[in-house]
């Protein structure tokens, strides 16, 4: 029946449907690079560090995903071709859509998460690292040992939401062409004039992508609380 | 300290991330721009791929040259820029040689040509002059010659630009337009004659004026890149001197529509 | 950087600016106002009340705003009904189905800021309220929607900077609102940079206006929360 309802188009969206998912997931691991380095620049000595990760968040919070996307997609290129040949790098270097799309997500999602992790980061107290130094663990073992995996359960909530705002913002790279399952659908609605059976059938694939997204999620967090008292 | 080594550390990460994708690139191969939503011309299957007059002869002329092509699928508005940037080597999109785009990238000879004309409801009387269409809504696709020439010349109308050709139809279809500005071909197969177009009809006269509608679609290239034009234009002659693109034509339309001549409003059954 | 194309394009990026602060004004003003009633449902114990509101809020921050818009834009006129019907001349406008959709959408996330923020007031104040004698509806419109609204207050500033940014989709249905006007810029002069960096730092002075007017909203609605030295 649903393969009636979408008159063949059902394979060509599910296609669709896993290149959103991995538009999401690699922009997800660039984005955790990106908080991770931005949390730890916030909280390095260094004012100039400091510095630059402010405007990093800050800049990128006040931009909408939309623009930065068209800036890279149209304008990436254009820069790309102009520096690597100063490297001394001859060759041709494609910012295809895919790339465009996960380097802009990524960034701007590194800025949100860099919060997040800050955050967590900062909820541990100081004194547990002490602790740790004062029994002799160099400061990489004590920031592996002690802080690292109290934070990832901070960090969980955090975590979570950016998450799922990202995965709703992978519906943009069909802006720039990069054929996702919203673009599928267009393509659809443009061939059978049926807008609406395809765009419901790219909202309810996304609601089953968040809905599994909240399962695992929460049975994440259960797992990383283990020996947490929860006041009820 | 342990956050500068972090940072190290993850800047390091990236690169490992980013790298592959950038020294996958064969240089060797023609990267073709295509449109994919301008039927009969460039479309895509329901299967995913890339099909229309636009796609096989792209491929015709690819295996006159004895080359490998590569077909980019992108928007029409980021042809130019895509072909200036290096993205893509050659545009094979439908798109009108003229002097506007001359300054900024090169053409090879025509490869088709057809007119342009105004797409409205059937019973909508409406008068296709710049008086006429004083205060209307005309639909046009971002970027094309037909833009340009409505911009210019409807100044006192509503021009609404759209990325894809397909949605000014979808956008005729709901009522959201009063006409739209669009090539004879797209329209009449890609709208008039599909069961969505059944209650529109052309309007008012044929354009064909060469400053706005050029001198027929062509090839777009690098100025820098003569050769590939010269190459281009090679394949172009013999594939309408060995029979190759009458073969091609054929498929989708039914005169001649290399426009020698120009089609007028009596050879166009419609 | 090229200036000169960069200033010849301002007019087009001042009007568009305004067409930009009027869909976030209005989706904005459309949301809460109707996200105030809803909240208080989607808070209540019964189920009953909560579920419907339940669903509305899931199905709209659980999909892609781009999604809910084209829904409503192209999708809603693929119903000849729809099209013959006396709501058609409304939905037939771009204007109208980007501001519908955005307050749909910020409607709904507004929603579950307030419930939250309901859900989580001090159980003192609602006995205190209940032992003065007020009836529930009283102790709603007096207690309990002051508190959480003023609670409310920071994540909803997140949320209006997310809708500033979310008005951008608007120059996806042909409006010409900032994110419209740099796409307009980059056709006509192929400038990608100048476009979009320009639209960018407006983007940006909007994004630190509103920060400022909420920092100052806060500071006089959130007195009595902040700690004492």
């Known amino acids: 029946m649903l393969h009636g309802l979408l008159q063949g188009f059902l394979p060509s969206i599910l296609e669709g449907a896993a290149i959103t998912l991995a538009v999401a997931v690699s922009s997800l691991v660039i984005a955790l690079a990106f908080g991770l380095a931005g949390a730890s620049a916030k909280l390095s000595k260094s004012r100039w560090l400091v510095m630059l990760a402010t405007v990093y968040t800050t800049v990128i919070r006040g931009v909408p995903d939309l623009v930065l996307m068209l800036l890279i997609y149209y304008g990436g290129q254009t820069l790309v071709n102009t520096i690597a040949p100063k490297f001394g790098y001859e060759d041709f270097i494609d910012v295809n859509p895919f790339i465009a799309g996960v380097i802009t997500i990524g960034f701007i999602f590194g800025a949100y998460l860099t919060e997040t992790f800050r955050g967590a980061i900062l909820a541990i107290p100081a004194g547990q690292r002490e602790a740790g130094i004062a029994y002799g663990m160099s400061k990489a073992q004590a920031f592996r040992r002690i802080v690292l995996p109290q934070m990832v359960r901070l960090a969980i909530p955090g975590f979570s939401n950016n998450w799922l705002v990202l995965v709703k913002a992978t519906a943009l790279v069909s802006v720039i062409g990069l054929s996702d399952m919203m673009q599928r659908a267009g393509l659809a609605a443009g061939a059978t004039r049926e807008p609406f059976t395809f765009y419901a059938a790219v909202a309810v694939l996304y609601l089953i992508i968040t809905t599994v997204s909240i399962i695992l999620l929460k049975a994440l967090e259960k797992r990383y609380s283990l020996g947490v008292k929860v006041a009820s | 300290m342990i956050f500068s080594k972090l940072v190290t550390a993850t800047l390091a990460a990236l690169i490992v991330i980013v790298s592959p994708v950038i020294a996958a690139q064969e240089a060797k191969k023609i990267r073709i721009g295509v449109e994919g939503a301008y039927p009969p011309f460039s479309q895509i299957d329901t299967d995913g791929k890339l099909k229309g007059f636009d796609i096989d002869i792209a491929n015709a002329l690819c295996g006159e040259m004895k080359v490998e092509c590569v077909m980019v699928q992108q928007e029409f508005d980021a042809m130019i820029p895509g072909l200036l940037s290096r993205k893509i080597d050659a545009v094979i999109a439908s798109m009108t040689i003229t002097e506007e785009r001359k300054r900024s990238v090169d053409f090879s000879d025509k490869y088709y040509q057809t007119p342009a004309r105004f797409v409205a409801k059937a019973n909508s009387k409406l008068d296709a002059s710049a008086a006429g269409l004083k205060g209307k809504r005309i639909g046009v696709q971002r970027t094309t010659i037909h833009d340009r020439f409505a911009t210019s010349t409807f100044t006192q109308s509503e021009i609404v630009r759209y990325t894809k050709q397909d949605e000014v139809f979808l956008d005729m279809t709901s009522g959201r337009l009063d006409g739209a500005l669009v090539d004879l071909m797209a329209a009449d197969i890609g709208f008039l004659k599909t069961p969505a177009g059944k209650d529109f009809a052309f309007l008012g006269p044929i354009y064909s004026d060469p400053k706005f509608f050029g001198i027929g679609a062509g090839i777009a290239v690098r100025k820098a890149d003569s050769a590939l034009r010269d190459r281009l234009n090679t394949a172009i002659k013999s594939i309408r001197a060995n029979g190759t693109y009458k073969k091609i034509q054929d498929k989708y339309f039914d005169f001649d529509v290399y426009g020698d001549p120009m089609p007028t409003a009596a050879t166009i059954k419609k | ?229």
């Open chain 3, 1 to 229: 950087m090229n200036f000169a194309a960069i200033i010849e394009s301002l007019p087009l990026y001042f009007s568009s600016l305004l067409v930009t602060i009027k869909l976030l004004a209005f989706a904005l003003a459309m949301g809460l106002a109707f996200a105030i009633p809803l909240a208080v449902l989607r808070a209540s114990r019964s189920k009953w009340l909560s579920r419907p509101v339940w669903c509305f809020t899931y199905f709209f921050c659980g999909t892609p705003m781009l999604v809910q818009l084209f829904l409503i834009y192209y999708g809603l006129a693929q119903f000849v009904w729809v099209r013959e019907s006396f709501i058609w001349p409304w939905f037939s406008s771009a204007w109208f189905c980007a501001v519908f959709t955005f307050a749909l959408n910020t409607c709904a996330y507004t929603t579950e800021i307030i419930a939250g923020a309901i859900r989580s007031t001090n159980a003192g104040e609602i006995e205190a309220a209940k032992s003065m004698g007020m009836s529930r509806s009283v102790m709603i419109r007096r207690i309990l929607l002051p508190s959480a609204l003023r609670r409310s207050l920071p994540a909803y500033s997140n949320e209006v900077i997310f809708m500033l940014h979310g008005t951008s989709l608007a120059s996806i249905v042909t409006l010409m609102d900032l994110t419209g006007a740099a796409r307009e810029m980059n056709s006509t002069f192929y400038l990608p940079f100048e476009a979009f960096l320009t639209a960018g730092a407006f983007y940006l002075v909007l994004t630190f206006v509103l920060v400022g007017l909420f920092h100052l909203a806060e500071k006089r609605f959130l007195v009595h929360l902040r700690p004492r030295t």
